[in-house]
Structure formats: structure tokens, C-alpha cells
Nanobody, 126 residues
């Protein structure tokens, strides 16, 4: 059974940093597209960042570019999201996602991902 488990969320003040982790179990994802999405109250789930297989390309939403960094540790089957200079508008539930197949996939589309974590809450106060 495949599981993605996020951790690292919390309540922080604007300007600080947080690092989210997503630990995968049940299969390895070293060759798979993995991503982070978020959903704020009353809004649709939106793309945040994605990373392709080991040493591959990274992609970011314009709203987080330059502040967030996605990385992966294939030995640990884990993907990370380093979030710096957090803003109140970053407040959301953050979800980790993984694509089942090895094909490229459209990194910003939630429909391209087959496995999802339960989400971790990030709240940024002003």
C-alpha cells in the first residue's frame, strides 16, 4: 500500500521559514514526478512546486518562485519543500503528490498525480 505522509507544517509569523517533508512508503518514487500543491480555505487546490526524477528539473508557481525550493532524497524516498520568507497568503493545507508512471506528466496539473498525502497545515500570521 502506497502512502505519502507530510510533516513540518505549523503556525509561524510572516518572514520565517519552514521545511515540509513528504515520506513515501509502499514503493519507490526515484524515477517519478513528485510535487507539492496547496489549498487555502474557499479556494481550489493549486500547484506549488514539482521535481522530476533524480537530478531532474524543478518547477515553481510564480507566487513562490525565489522563496520556495523543492528537493528530493531518493535514498530516503522523501521529497522536501523549503519555504522561506513566508507570507500570510501562503496559508493553506499543503499536499504532497506523486505520479505513478515514469512518463513525464504535466507537472502543474493535479490530475497527473496518482498518490496524495493527507496534507499538513501551514498558517502564516502577519
Amino acid at each position: 500500500q502506497v502512502q505519502l505522509v507530510e510533516s513540518g507544517g505549523g503556525l509561524v509569523q510572516a518572514g520565517v521559514s519552514l521545511r515540509l517533508s513528504c515520506a513515501a512508503s509502499g514503493r519507490t518514487f526515484s524515477r517519478n514526478l513528485m510535487g507539492w500543491f496547496r489549498q487555502a480555505p474557499g479556494k481550489e487546490r493549486e500547484f506549488v512546486a514539482a521535481i522530476r526524477s533524480s537530478g531532474g528539473s524543478t518547477y515553481y508557481a510564480d507566487s513562490v518562485k525565489g522563496r520556495f525550493t523543492i528537493a528530493r532524497d531518493n535514498a530516503k524516498n522523501t521529497v522536501y519543500l523549503q519555504m522561506n520568507s513566508l507570507k500570510p497568503e501562503d496559508t493553506a493545507v499543503y499536499y504532497c503528490a506523486a505520479r505513478a508512471s515514469y512518463s513525464s506528466g504535466t507537472y502543474y496539473s493535479s490530475g497527473e498525480y496518482d498518490y496524495w498525502g493527507q496534507g499538513t497545515q501551514v498558517t502564516v500570521s502577519s
